[in-house]
């Protein structure tokens, strides 16, 4: 069973970044998804995804939140959230909140296997250790 919690006020901030920073950039076919991620210090830095027309090349928004911060020397994360921008042909008015793909799962554990990640859950925002959306992470280590 997934091991979550509450959301703080600090949580509904970081949320606020990713959606104001994919609201202000949203471009059709390019970008809609938005990044927030707070490190330790504080500090919010947020990106949006960037698509590619080859898919597979396509960055994600947590990895480039997470690069605009270690780019600025801030490597310690603690909570991370990704969120969507509706396309125009959807009758949706708001962004929302989105889990982190598979790969991003990886990177963001790679960086820090302590870092929170703000997900939908049951109906609910809720906020859980990355390790518990990737469990028996890939790695190195021999058995």
């Known amino acids: 069973m997934l091991q979550v919690r509450a959301l703080e006020s600090k949580d509904y901030k970081l949320i606020k970044e990713a959606e104001k920073v994919i609201t202000k950039?949203?471009?059709?076919?390019?970008h809609h998804i938005g990044a927030a991620v707070r490190t330790k210090s504080g500090?919010?830095?947020a990106a949006v995804h960037?698509?590619?027309n080859v898919g597979r090349i396509t960055v994600c928004?947590?990895?480039?939140?997470?690069?605009?911060a270690i780019s600025e020397g801030d490597s310690e994360?603690?909570?991370i959230v990704a969120v969507a921008h509706p396309h125009p042909h959807e009758d949706i008015d708001q962004c929302w909140v989105v889990t982190p793909c598979g790969m991003?799962?990886?990177l963001i554990s790679d960086y820090g296997e302590d870092?929170?990640?703000?997900?939908?859950?049951?109906?609910?925002?809720?906020?859980?250790?990355?390790m518990e959306l990737l469990p028996e992470k890939y790695g190195n280590e021999r058995e």
């Open 104 to 106: 991003c799962r990886e």
């Open 61 to 68: 928004g947590e990895a480039m939140a997470i690069g605009k």
């Open 115 to 130: 870092t929170d990640v703000i997900i939908p859950y049951k109906g609910e925002l809720v906020k859980c250790n990355i």
């Open 77 to 79: 994360f603690e909570t």
């Open 50 to 52: 960037v698509e590619a």
């Open 43 to 45: 500090t919010i830095y």
């Open 25 to 30: 950039n949203y471009k059709y076919g390019r």
